[in-house]
């Protein structure tokens, strides 16, 4: 069977550690979008691992496959194996052939961009890696697949094509002056050595039939989603997403299975007990603000909720794995979750950071929103709508620190009381079961209640 790990909210929900954690029982830990803008951290044996591109699977010596609906820079994924091995990990990673390749150019174009759109504040605060302008390429039909780089007339053939008119959009459309970045030469050597190493140490593979066979055989896979609901290119609140699919149909189309297969299995949320948000856009739940991110948020705006924010990022640790850049924060949003219950079809939900919130007096929830003075229970479809949300909130009692080892191996009912309340006001307003809950960040600090895998 498989089970599929998603992102409920904006990215950073935890979904590298439940990853790991339930990767135990499977014998293959594949990703099907997304390349190394996520950052996944996952805690063996006291030891901090952040990955943004080799699966969770990797630390517990699994059969890790990026699909062919990830984008991959090759580099980043020789560095993270390279780093993995130094640290006496030996991970077995296989790369999809039909996976596009971020190349040098994407990232100087996915700069650039980000650049052109701040002057008009539409800037998506993107990770830099060239994950939009790989994908633009991929259904521009000009892109170049890790199987390309496995031919080297081929990869030849296709930078030729493909490099002048990058060189031309900086140029001529952006005005910037190009460089190695934009060089032929440079780029097909530097990529067919790339070829050469896939090659030598046999890591691309046919991954739809890879699975299917692994299927076949009884073995158990688990799909690691990266990113979030919300950042789906599809369902997420566009413009301000990645240029992929998070939501659990991208681990049909991103690996070659059929959807009865990604179906039948589990397809778990993983959420946080309040909202983090790395970049632009919309948070009618948030509190406070962070400069550069929150839409028209100045420093010296008086906010009152900005101390609160700032606690919570503290205790949560809400920097980015990849960019170091402080998260923005706010309370739980229902509609976004009840959204992403549909869009997904959850079976099971995992809340993590319930530590996190511990020592608030009042914990909030965004139940609703209130839009030309009507109840919404879940997110309009343009972003502008969004915008013109205002949350309803309902107030929780908060619950003290805990001694959340002690929680840990006593299980669920040991969490506070009013932390439980809290939990099963979200699992009864998605109607969803909660399978773990999150409290801390260590690999045993999970209130686990059901296996989706038993
Ligand atoms: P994990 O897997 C949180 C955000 C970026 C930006 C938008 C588009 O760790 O949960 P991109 O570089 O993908 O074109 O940026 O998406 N973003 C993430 N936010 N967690 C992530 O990954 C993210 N990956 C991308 O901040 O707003
Ligand atoms: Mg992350």
């Known amino acids: 069977m498989t089970v599929t790990i998603v992102g409920a909210q904006l990215g950073d929900e ?115 890696r060239g994950i939009g302008p790989t994908y633009e390429d991929k259904a521009g039909r000009r892109g170049i697949r890790v199987g390309d780089l496995l031919d080297a007339e081929v990869l030849r053939e296709r930078l030729e094509y493909v490099v002048p008119q990058k060189r031309a959009l900086a140029e001529e459309v952006f005005g910037v002056e190009t460089g190695e970045a934009f060089d032929i030469d440079a780029l097909y050597d530097q990529y067919a050595a790339f070829g050469e190493r896939l090659a030598s140490e046999d890591m691309t593979v046919d991954a739809g039939t890879f699975l299917a066979d692994r299927i076949d055989d009884g073995e158990e896979i688990l799909f690691e989603g990266a990113q979030g609901t919300i950042l789906d290119i599809d369902h997420g609140n566009y413009p301000y997403v990645t240029s992929s699919n998070p939501t659990a149909g991208g681990a049909a189309t991103g690996t070659g299975l059929g959807p009865g297969i990604v179906g039948d299995g589990e397809i778990v949320g993983i959420l946080k007990a309040y909202l983090s948000r790395v970049g632009t856009g919309p948070l009618p739940t948030e509190l406070g603000g962070v400069v550069g991110q929150t839409p ?64 608030l007096d009042t914990v909030q929830v965004g139940h609703s929103y209130a839009l030309d003075g009507k109840e919404l229970f879940t997110l309009p479809a343009t972003t502008e709508r969004w915008t013109d949300c205002e949350a309803t909130l309902e107030s929780f009692d908060g619950w003290a620190d805990a001694d959340w080892d002690t929680v840990a191996d006593e299980g669920y009912d040991a969490l506070p009381e009013n932390a439980r309340t809290y939990l099963e006001y979200i699992s009864g307003e998605l109607d969803t079961s909660i399978y773990a809950v999150g409290i801390g960040p260590g690999r045993e600090q999970t209130v686990v209640r059901e296996d989706p895998f038993a």
């Open 14 to 128: 935890g979904k590298g550690g439940m990853a790991d954690r339930w990767s135990e029982s499977a014998s293959v830990v594949c990703r099907y979008q997304g390349g190394d803008n996520a950052g996944h951290t996952v805690v063996h044996d006291g030891e901090e691992y952040k990955l943004s591109l080799v699966p969770s699977g990797a630390i517990r010596g699994k059969v890790n496959v990026l699909g062919n609906g990830c984008v991959v820079n090759p580099d980043t994924l020789f560095e993270e194996l390279d780093a993995l091995r130094e640290r006496g990990i030996d991970p077995d990673v296989r790369v999809a052939r039909r996976a596009h390749v971020i190349l040098p150019y994407h990232r100087v174009l996915d700069g650039i961009e980000e650049d052109v759109k701040s002057e008009s504040d539409f800037d998506v605060a993107t990770t830099g």
């Open 296 to 359: 028209d948020y100045e420093e010296d705006t008086e906010r009152g909720d900005e101390g609160l924010a700032e606690d919570i990022r503290e205790a949560g640790g809400e920097y980015g794995t990849v960019t170091g850049r402080p998260r923005r924060i706010g309370w739980l949003d229902m509609p976004m979750l009840r959204h992403a219950t549909r869009a997904n079809g959850f079976t099971g939900l995992v809340v993590n950071h319930i530590d996190t919130l511990a020592g």
